[in-house]
């Protein structure tokens, strides 16, 4: 007999409550899953709720609280914990970022460099800046933009519109 309803934690000895979560509601959809735990940060919630939690409670709620939300789980009724709704809600009303919008002006100058195919001679003479210069910069756009070289970084500066700034 599989039960209505389930209490996890996000952090085990063997994987996480997010691994668990999806693949007990790949296998049991039905099952309503309580995360409960300490954290209620982006990184977690939102993975949790993607992998079919029901609930989000955190281990600072009282045990007629917890008690509660069970309950509710099992009528089918969602429990977000005021803080969690929160950060949700902050989350949600702050437009996500572009990762090139962190690019200082003179990275992204040296991005469009790279787009269009310049070696870092090249930009160092067409911007009048020092080799080494040019070096951390291209090493700080790969970091921002978490890509691997500078393929990846053109092909990104490509797909995301910055070309038509070299313009």
Known sequence: MNPDVILMDLIM???TGIEATDLIMKAQPDIRIIIL???YDDEKVF?????????YMLKTSSADEIALAIKKAAKGENVIEPK???AMMNR???????PHEMLTERELEVL???GNGLTNNEIS????????TVKTHVSNILSKLDVQDRTQAAVYAHRNGLMKEST
């Open 13 to 15: 000895d063997h994987g």
């Open 37 to 39: 735990t300490s954290y």
């Open 47 to 55: 993975p949790a709720l993607e992998a079919g939690a029901f609930s």
């Open 84 to 86: 969690v709704a929160g």
């Open 92 to 98: 949600i009303r702050t437009p996500e970022r572009h």
């Open 112 to 114: 469009i460099c790279i």
């Open 125 to 132: 003479e067409k911007l009048f800046i020092g080799i080494k």
